[in-house]
């Protein structure tokens, strides 16, 4: 009887907030029992269970996060996805409607650790449109594809996994319909649930500390450090607790302190590092400047193309300049972010010429040149593009005898454009301890062995905020020349970093006010975790352990 009371004034609060605007689409009924005593819960279960044979003495109140265990949950609401979202905007389409989703929020002991806007393509429309329960697993050991594995591990990602520590928790989540057509607006809360959540103590052993074997090309630093901190956060590492991690070198003083690897990886092994690729660019503009084959980063791009042969042309794209790709803040029609933007990366490698892809871009109204970052990869690539047919024997042959050979780099591999130039998008492989000569070369002002390599200008200004990163993207930080900004605090005190950042967590960052540069190449590739662990590493381990 009292679940039938709840149900019915479930369905008449339902009944009074739709009073004024009639549904959209045709929700699924609510029949099961199951389902009438939990409208508007979010529930956790151990497994897969069909919903027909869903009882509520399979709903938990308590989890413990063994290896062994599966977290699912299932979201009972009174209406569909898309007939919430319709109150909060009636004139929009089903389709634009769909351009929504849900919102989750994640609470620990009472304490808000994460929130995020599910993206638009996690559910089908017709999910959306129809279904008032719907499931998805959280944690899981089987190798099932889902939105949710997605979002739990987003959510331990950026602080849950801080949050969690050993001993018993009050996991709470809510669920609220989102909109993102014209503005984004959030609705009120459809569904919330709560689940005592036990964190088992686990012992993290620590892993010694790999020896530093002879002919390395760096001088040994015999600076001391916490060793303990090290073999911890190799521990971490080896435990999988910090997963993909291939390595870390640590370069204090010019000289190398720490040269660690893991899973398989080794001082010989060629790292792929993605983005942290396209820092080179950079470096090779700012050497090709100097050497006069290209006049300034303030060119634009019809002193290198004729802009006309190329589709959607526009003045505003001639006076497109080498400064604004070198920020990411040139007027193309291009978000690296937005899956729908034209000049999406991944809408330029399928085609049979990158540079004609990214020539051939809209230009966008509302962006002002050199005001707005937004992550243009194909931008980088045409650096790259422009280099090569700057200067003499190409990109390849020019950064060879420039760069890699005057820090005698003799090992390493680029990717390559369908015309077979050497592509900035990124992906240029490498060595660790060559990704650290890069990283030193930098800290230097540009000298390598008392040559002077990248103009120290240059170095200047590739070290410059230009811009502010957006923080609902990528947090705090700012932008220079393919080099990001960052400040890590510890202890209260801030250590400031320019760094190059590559999908899977590869890093190199160069300190400004400490000695210290530091690699982490990992293949986390499309991992939520990818990032944040990094930053973990940083904050936790390495930075306290070698500016002790």
């Not at 901190?229 to 993909?244: C, S, Y």
């Amino acid at each position: 009887m009292k679940h039938y009371i709840l149900f019915i004034l479930a369905i008449t609060i339902a009944s009074c907030s739709f009073a004024q605007t009639s549904n959209i689409t045709q929700p699924e009924s609510i029949s099961l029992p199951v389902y009438k005593a939990n409208v508007g819960r979010v529930v956790f279960l151990a497994d897969t269970i069909a919903f027909e044979r869903l009882k509520q003495t399979d709903l938990l109140s308590r989890f413990e996060a063994k290896a062994q265990n599966n977290l699912y949950m299932r979201l009972f609401i009174a209406n569909s996805l898309t007939n919430y979202q319709h109150q909060l905007n009636p004139s929009l389409s089903v389709e634009d409607l769909n351009k929504g989703n849900f919102q989750f929020t994640f609470y620990v002991d009472g304490r808000q650790i994460y929130q995020e806007n599910l993206n638009k393509g996690a559910n089908l429309p017709a999910t959306k449109n129809t279904k008032t329960t719907i499931s998805a697993p959280l944690i899981s050991n089987r190798d099932e594809a889902s939105w949710g594995k997605g979002l739990w591990s987003r959510f331990t990602a950026r602080g849950g996994d801080d949050a969690l520590i050993t001993g018993a928790h009050l996991l709470k989540i809510e669920v609220r319909p989102y909109i993102s057509s014209p503005d984004l607006k959030v609705g009120e809360i459809i569904a919330s649930g709560e689940l005592q959540f036990i964190v088992p103590h686990a012992d993290v052993k620590a892993v010694p500390i790999q020896s530093i074997k002879p002919n390395s090309g760096w001088q040994v630093s015999g600076e001391p450090f916490d060793q303990n901190k090290i073999m911890e956060l190799n521990g971490l590492i080896a435990q999988n607790k910090l997963k993909d991690i291939t390595s870390i070198v640590v370069i204090k003083n010019g000289k190398l302190l720490i040269e660690e690897y893991f899973n398989g990886s080794s001082r010989n092994s060629l790292h792929d590092p993605r983005s942290a690729g396209k820092t080179f660019a950079s470096a090779m503009m700012g050497i090709a400047i100097h050497d006069g084959f290209i006049k300034s980063e303030n060119q634009t791009l019809k002193d290198f193309y004729d802009l006309k042969k190329f589709n959607n042309y526009s003045p505003r794209k001639e006076a497109i300049t080498l400064k604004s790709l070198l920020t990411m803040s040139s007027v193309f029609d291009g978000d690296d972010n937005d899956s729908d933007s034209p000049g999406n990366e991944e809408n330029m490698y399928p085609t049979p010429d990158w540079a004609k892809f990214t020539l051939d871009l809209s230009v966008d109204s509302s962006k002002t040149g050199g005001k707005q970052w937004n992550y243009f990869t194909a931008g980088a690539m045409l650096l790259g593009d422009i280099i090569n047919k700057s200067v003499p024997g190409g990109l390849e042959k020019y950064a060879d005898e420039k760069l890699f050979k005057p820090l005698s780099i003799t090992k390493y591999q680029w990717p390559y454009s369908p015309q077979h130039v050497p592509s900035t998008a990124g992906g240029l492989q490498m060595r660790s301890l060559d990704y650290a000569k890069f990283g030193q070369l930098y800290k230097n002002n540009g000298v390598w062995n008392d040559k002077q390599i990248i103009p120290a200008s240059w170095v200047k200004q590739s070290f410059t905020k230009y811009l502010s990163l957006p923080k609902d993207v990528v947090g705090e930080g700012y932008y220079g020349y393919l080099f990001w900004n960052k400040t890590y605090t510890v202890n209260n005190k801030s250590y400031e970093t320019f760094y190059c950042s590559g999908n899977g967590g590869n890093k190199i960052f160069v300190f400004t006010d400490e000695p210290l540069v530091v690699i982490v190449t990992a293949t986390a590739y499309n991992r939520p975790y990818a990032h944040p662990q990094v930053d973990k590493m940083m904050q936790e381990y390495i930075l306290p352990a070698v500016l002790k």
